[in-house]
């Protein structure tokens, strides 16, 4: 990172842009599609700058088998899109999933179905985190609420895909995208050197024919024809996915003597944030947990909050978090939704009523 400047004012999707480059990313394989333009701008010039390469595909479908192919030889590699570009990626996604291929996807979200809108939403939450693509596979979902987390979660995400081989999706929205803040442009603490990636995927890598000492070839593949081997690579990925679980990660405020705690993440997060300061001010006994993984999902954080109080989800879609925090509440808690719907712009006051409503018990 020398001669890099320690602080800039950066959108969120430059951020990101920054985030890549220091923490290792190598090829950047894309296309593009608004409102994450900004990240495949910034990398078509930092990446060759240091030796990288920048690739505008030909699709969606052609970046995401790119980076299955950079995955597989071991380079810290990323693409990036908006939520239908995403979708046309998941036949991709699924294929690194099965063949144990790290890579990192950003998905900085629209307004759908379909075409939809440029504007801000959530709504591709299940997507994101039930797999989206075809089989029994996981993807870890990262969500950033700030600027800097744009920044600092791309070492998280690189490191993650790394150690787990497995594709890392970093989850944001138009809001998270365009939103412009000082950013620290320094690597956050445990951040991985490129040195210590290498040596988490020596291993497995596809290096040529005639790279390793006895000259057989590896093989990484997702199709396995034989009774039973199908199964045990099934078996194979529940145990990593598993192992994944430790990695949960959520921040809380205020929440020790709150009666409602408002779950959220993301654009709603940071807006819901002054909300509930505003709230606390009046004497209100409000606080926030907002999940940092949105794969894991933090489930234990819920049940330990769960005993005497009541949580109310907000989120810019019809209904999908929600479903992810009434199971980790296991009926021990009441469990209310406020639903913000695709491209609407909505402010601290906006929310405000929800909230109380839900505070009283309406």
Known sequence: MSGTPERVLAKGNEALAFGAVDAGCVCYFGYPITPQNEVPEALSTLLPERGGRFVQAESEVGAINMLLGAGACGIPSMTSSSSCGISLMQEGISYMAGSHVPGVIVNMSRGGPGLGDIGPSQGDYFQATKGGGHGDHRNLVLAPSTAQECYDFMFKAFALAFKYANPVMVLGDAVIAQVKEPVR???????????????????????????????????????????????????????????????ASFETEAVEDAELVVVAFGSMARILRSTLRHL????????????????????????????????????????QMVEDVRLAVNGAAKVDWHGVMPCIFATAGDLARPVLLALKGA
């Open 280 to 319: 606390r001010a009046e004497g209100h006994k409000v606080g926030l947990l907002r999940p940092k993984t949105l794969y894991p999902f933090p489930d234990e954080a819920f049940r330990d909050l769960a005993p005497g109080r009541r949580f109310l989800v907000v989120e810019q879609n019809a209904g």
């Open 185 to 247: 442009r320094t690597p956050p603490p445990g951040a991985l050197s490129r040195e210590e990636l290498d040596a988490l995927c020596s291993p497995w890598r596809i290096e040529g024919y005639g790279a390793r000492p006895n000259g057989s070839p590896r093989l990484l593949k997702s199709v396995y024809l034989a009774e039973g081997a199908l199964a045990a690579r099934n078996e194979l990925l529940m145990k990593k996915y598993q192992e994944m679980r430790k990695e």
